[in-house]
């Protein structure tokens, strides 16, 4: 599949399993794919670095985003995890039993000011300057990215906004840290999904506002 074709076919597909699935790929498979899609993340474009507050532990890029990997089994325990908690993960729970591999993808704002010593919430809303507009478009590019890849490998792939996973409970099971803002929690399923699933929701908007005339206009001089 080329380029053309990737972006063309990719298409939100939201697995549903009524319970944890069998992996289909063997662990250096999930691997493999996993090192392949944040690859292509890191070749998105971006155009400011991201504040040295983050720069923490071993995630030390300048990177505006960072990326959290859970192969399927750690999918299946999380989902466990989530069970106990309040509100219920609904739909997540069952995405995270069909799931292959799931990268959560946060972005780091620039924040302004003291900042608290512990965060229950996200910093919202956060400081609406160029430098945060650029961070934002800079991490949706690699999330873009993500997707086109799975795509062209042909597993069916969904860009959530991550539901329970944005909330503190979730957050302190997958250790991400609450000054992170949290865009998209990219759920790549089995390329069998479309024969195992019992439901596969499509996006909502897939069909709307697609009329190239409808959003693009001719500058003429
Ligand atoms: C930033 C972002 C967050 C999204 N979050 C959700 C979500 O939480 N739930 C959902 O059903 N779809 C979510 N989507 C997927 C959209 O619903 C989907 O892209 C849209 O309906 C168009 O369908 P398509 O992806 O098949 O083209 C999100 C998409 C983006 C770009």
């Given amino acids: ?9 990719r298409q939100t597909a939201k697995v549903l399993a009524d319970s944890p699935w069998a992996p289909s790929l063997t662990p250096d498979e999930q691997e ?33 985003f960072r990326c959290y990997t859970l192969d399927g089994a750690t999918c299946n325990t999380l989902a466990t995890k989530l069970e106990t908690l309040s509100p219920p993960p609904g739909k997540i729970q069952n995405m995270l039993w069909a799931a292959e591999l799931l990268i ?36 949706s590019a690699a999330i873009q990215n993500m997707l086109v890849g799975a795509t062209a490998e042909e597993y069916p792939n969904y860009w959530s906004s991550g539901g329970v996973l944005r909330q503190e409970a979730a957050r302190k099971i997958l250790e991400i840290p609450m000054e992170e803002i949290m865009l998209g929690a990219v759920f790549i399923f089995p390329k069998d999904a479309l024969e195992r699933a019992s439901q596969i929701m499509p996006g909502k908007l897939r ?3 697609k009329a190239l005339e409808s959003f693009s206009k001719k500058v003429t001089l």
């Fill in 1 to 9: 599949m080329n380029t053309t074709e990737a972006i063309h076919s």
């Fill in 32 to 64: 493999q794919l996993r090192e392949h899609l944040l690859n292509l993340a890191a070749k998105a474009p971006y155009h400011y670095k991201s504040a040295e507050r983050y720069k923490t532990g071993g995630q030390t890029s300048s990177l505006p």
């Fill in 207 to 209: 069909e709307e506002g």
């Fill in 104 to 139: 959560i993808t946060t972005w780091l704002p620039d924040v302004f000011g003291t900042q608290p010593e512990r965060r229950e919430m996200e910093p919202l809303p956060f400081v609406g300057n160029l430098r945060n507009m650029e961070h934002i478009a800079a991490t």
